[in-house]
């Protein structure tokens, strides 16, 4: 699993601004063999909690060399820890960064490429004329620019991007979806359309809004 999939708790030391992760995974040894506590020994060593869901990352999360940010708390305060490499064979480094994640924007969309080739299967061996299927996408993305994320209800999180999460259609915005093909397809092309969009507005379906909150980290 990437980084910042459900809770992580964290030993981190304030005097250096190192942190380890600890159960449920086992604690990460050091090439010297040390453990933290004992490189740390003297110092201000305290217990974290990731808090929140905020997560950010400058690659896609299941790349070994992502450096990944989240934020964690000791009860008190909330700190950044941010986690990466120096290079593939080197251990991930955690270091604890005084400030926060701050939303920074929400976008929301539809996967085109998979709406494309889904629709090109459904009218197969009659085809739809490609300048159509390119209006008709073009209309979904443009639909897509005025959702407000908030009004919407999220059906599952990406496994793989825990900053992603998808959201099903809503009904009028569906509605909305199927009215529009009045503009775009002559009629047997939207009698073959009804079926699909239908099941496309399932909670699994290919009409599923994919909701991507982007993090920027604030610096206290
Ligand atoms: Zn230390």
């Given at each position: ?37 004992e ?40 700190l ?66 005025g ?68 993090f ?5």
């Amino acid at each position: 699993m990437p980084e910042g999939h459900g809770i992580h708790h964290f030993l981190a030391c304030r005097t250096c601004l190192e942190a380890e992760r600890v159960l449920p995974h086992p604690p990460e040894v050091d090439p010297q063999g040390a453990s933290f506590l004992e490189r740390h020994a003297g110092h201000k060593v305290e217990a974290l909690s990731r808090v929140g869901d905020a997560f950010l990352s400058d690659r896609p999360p299941w790349d070994p060399m992502a450096t990944t940010y989240l934020e964690v708390t000791n009860g008190s305060e909330v700190l950044v820890v941010r986690s990466g490499r120096r290079s593939v064979e080197d251990p991930v480094e955690r270091v604890l960064l005084p400030g926060r994640l701050r939303l920074d924007h929400i976008t929301v969309e539809f996967d085109l490429d998979l709406i494309r080739r889904a629709l090109d299967a459904h009218f197969f061996p009659q085809a739809v004329r490609p300048k159509k299927l390119e209006q008709f996408l073009a209309m979904l993305s443009e639909l897509c620019r005025g959702i407000d994320a908030e009004r919407l209800d999220v059906v599952f999180d990406a496994a793989m991007e825990p900053h992603v999460q998808f959201a099903r259609l809503p009904e009028d915005l569906h509605r909305e979806v199927v009215a529009r093909t009045a503009g775009i397809f002559d009629e047997w092309e939207r009698e073959r359309l009804r079926p699909f969009l239908a099941e496309a507005s399932a909670d699994d379906g290919l009409l599923t809004l994919r909701v991507t909150r982007s993090f920027t980290l604030q610096a206290a």
